[in-house]
């Protein structure tokens, strides 16, 4: 097989979404729907689809994808800060679950395009809570300096207009507070915010049908083999435990990373192995066009030899792309390695392929299943 390419353990992801499947199965009034975002392999969405989850889609052709992919319109959430008229109609003539809202501008215009339509539509303000991830910056969301959401001082007005409007059926709240997130609390604190927001609306006489509290259950990134399946349990208990849900209310999930990071691996070859004076390169055919992350966010992803047992050495694994950014890791001790040795790049199933791209005029990597 060419490298580099995307290896899915399809017996990893089903293990993972048992979990999920045994936290929500008691609760029918949950609704889990997979962020697509993190990956939208055709392969994994059948498993994925199979075991009953929505989808959470924040671009046109993500709900496209979906709706190809044998997903009901009425398991799609949409979010985003910057949908485009076409999006929003196409939403709307597929009839999704819900718009998650993200400021008064796209609620003017969603309303604009349902008259135009003919139609009406399900929506849920995106709420900013101002809530600390303690994650990568480029991956927090919910603070108040971040563009995603509406701040809860300007909340009132926005949510008065949304009732108003005979165009909207207003469903309730979305939150969404970051990614990669392993420290419970600031999901703790979120359970706080939403109680007091949902007493303070409800002393406005405002009804809410459903709360959304997003994604963005960590995964671990260091030992994947020894937690292939994040901890599902621990994040469904602390909804469970700290949201006061009125009767009959829907409570939503959109968890990505959690779902596909540690089902997949990016399998590299070693072209070269370079001496240099102060270090020894190991040049692998993959590079951040196939996976971003290290250069992007700082991100390391396990690199394991696949081939060699010979004595540890140390090597800065590096990609082919002409960018000093285009490194894998820094002094990695690895089996001694060779030219043609294979390197699996681990925990890649999340945000690996989907943000590929043909910098260089680089192919975009095949994938393949276990
Ligand atoms: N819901 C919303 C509204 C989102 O914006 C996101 C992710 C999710 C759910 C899913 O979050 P997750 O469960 O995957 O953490 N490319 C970055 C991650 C960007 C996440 C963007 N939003 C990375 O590779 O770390």
Request: glycine letters at 10%; charged letters at 20%; hydrophobic letters at 40%.
């Given at each position: 097989?060419?490298?580099p390419?995307?290896?899915y353990?399809?017996g990893?992801?089903?293990?993972t979404?048992k ?14 729907h997979?962020?697509?975002k ?7 969405l059948?498993l994925?689809?199979?075991y009953?989850?929505?989808i ?7 709900i496209?994808t979906?709706l190809?992919?044998?997903?009901p319109a ?7 800060v910057?949908k485009?008229d ?11 679950l819900?718009?998650?809202?993200e400021?008064?501008?796209e609620?003017?215009?969603i ?8 139609t009406?539509a399900?929506?849920a ?7 600390d ?5 480029n991956?927090t969301?919910g603070?108040?300096?971040n ?8 909340l009132?007005p926005i949510?008065r207009?949304?009732r108003?409007?005979?165009c ?12 990669q997130i ?10 706080r ?6 007493d303070?609306?409800e ?14 259950l ?8 020894d937690?292939p399946?994040p901890?599902?349990d621990?994040?469904f ?9 009125r ?5 939503h ?11 997949g691996?990016l399998?590299?070859k ?9 270090k020894?390169?190991a040049?692998v055919?993959?590079g951040?066009t196939e ?10 992803h396990k690199?394991v030899?696949?081939?060699s ?9 590096v990609?082919?792309i002409?960018e ?9 001790l690895?089996p001694?390695v060779?030219r043609?040795?294979?390197i699996?790049?681990m925990s890649a199933?999340?945000?690996?392929e989907?943000m ?9 990597p ?5």
């Open positions: 097989m060419r490298t390419y995307y290896q353990d399809l990893i992801l089903e293990e979404l979990a999920i499947r045994r936290n929500t199965a008691g609760h029918p009034d949950w609704h889990v997979y962020a697509i993190a990956n939208a392999n055709p392969l994994l059948k994925i689809n199979e009953g989850l929505g959470d889609c924040v671009s046109g052709g993500e496209q979906a190809d992919n044998g997903f009425s398991s799609i959430v949409f979010a985003g910057g485009a076409w999006e929003i109609d196409m939403a709307l003539k597929a009839g999704i819900c718009f998650n809202v400021s008064e501008a609620m003017d215009v309303a604009e395009r349902c008259s135009a339509l003919g009406t399900h929506i303000l995106r709420v900013n809570p101002d809530v991830a303690h994650t990568h910056a991956i969301t603070k108040a300096e563009k995603f959401g509406i701040e809860i001082p300007m009132m949510i207009k949304a108003q409007n005979p909207f059926r207003f469903e309730g709240l979305h939150f969404h507070i970051g990614s392993l420290d419970m609390e600031p999901y703790r604190l979120l359970c915010k939403v109680n007091e927001l949902q303070q609306l002393e406005e006489g405002v009804k809410i049908n459903s709360i959304n509290v997003g994604g963005g960590g995964i671990d990134y260091e030992n994947p083999e937690n399946v901890d599902f621990g994040w208990n602390i909804f469970r435990d700290g949201l006061r849900l009767p009959g209310q829907q409570l999930f959109e968890p990505g990373r959690a779902v596909v990071a540690q089902c691996r399998i590299t070693v072209l070269y192995v370079k001496q240099g004076t102060i020894k390169f040049i055919d993959a951040f996976l971003i992350r290290p250069a992007l966010y700082g991100a390391h690199i030899n696949l081939t047992n010979g004595p540890l050495m140390k090597y800065d694994v990609g082919p002409c000093s950014s285009d490194i894998f890791g820094k002094d990695e690895l001694e060779h043609g040795d294979l699996a790049l199933g999340a945000y690996g989907t590929s791209s043909c910098y260089n005029c680089r192919p975009l095949p994938a393949v299943t276990l």
